[in-house]
């Protein structure tokens, strides 16, 4: 069955920008919509936006104005880049496979804690 | 923006029957999905387009959703169900989640 994992750095300066990538496992990238989705420490889920295989993206429009989601095919991962963190951009985030443009999430990769901090 | 509203906590006793609401204007137009989440683990669906449950989940679980409200029901309420829950859709071109209800069987 298909499995998604997530990397990159854990600790991000304030200002900076956060990179993470999922690679996706056991499955091809094709045909899916690919999202990341945080959550901060005792906190709840936000959607941070999608990409689908052919590179059609959709972001949260709270975020919208520093997220990038890209996707390599050809290496079946998919990648978020969060501009100008802030302490508040401290979360887990995950990776998660949705089908369909009305989607719902599943699976979802184990998820990776950022923190952003000097 | 769209809101989608549960209760903060719910508890029930083992072997009886859990309903965790979520409410947002108009919801039932919706379809609505619902996510376990344990303690230090990825969240998993338990029920997609309001009624559906995925491979591998315990006959148990189970939805609705008219009105404003949808509902994720658990019959048989086990230990291993503690956790907390999500509920999701979509509006316009969003995706929302609820707040989340953590459930808790004592």
């Known amino acids: 069955q298909v499995q998604l994992q997530e990397s990159g750095p854990g600790l991000v300066k304030p200002s900076e920008t956060l990179s993470l990538t999922c690679t996706v496992s056991n499955g091809s990238i094709s045909s899916y919509y690919w999202s990341w989705i945080r959550q901060p420490p005792g906190k709840g889920l936000e959607w941070i936006g999608y990409i689908y295989y052919s590179g059609t993206t959709n972001y949260n429009p709270s975020l919208k104005s520093r997220v990038t989601i890209s996707v390599d095919t050809s290496k079946n991962q998919f990648s978020l880049k969060l501009r100008s963190v802030t302490a508040a951009d401290t979360a887990v985030y995950y990776c998660?496979?949705?089908?369909?443009?009305?989607?719902?999430?599943?699976?979802w990769g184990q998820g990776t804690l950022v923190t952003v901090s000097s | 923006s769209y809101e989608l509203t549960q209760p903060p906590s719910v508890s029930v006793s083992p072997g009886q029957t859990a309903s965790i609401t979520c409410s947002g204007d108009k919801l039932g137009d919706k379809y609505v999905c619902w996510y376990q989440q344990k303690p230090g683990q990825s969240p998993v669906l338990v029920i997609y387009?309001?009624?559906k449950r995925p491979s591998g989940i315990p006959e148990r679980f189970s939805g609705s959703n008219s009105g404003n409200t949808a509902t994720l029901t658990i019959s048989g309420t086990q230990a291993m169900d503690e956790a907390d829950y999500y509920c999701q859709a979509w509006d316009s071109s969003a995706v929302v989640f609820g707040g989340g209800t953590k459930l808790t069987v004592l």
């Open positions: 387009q309001d009624t």
């Open positions: 998660a496979r949705g089908a369909g443009p009305r989607h719902w999430f599943d699976p």
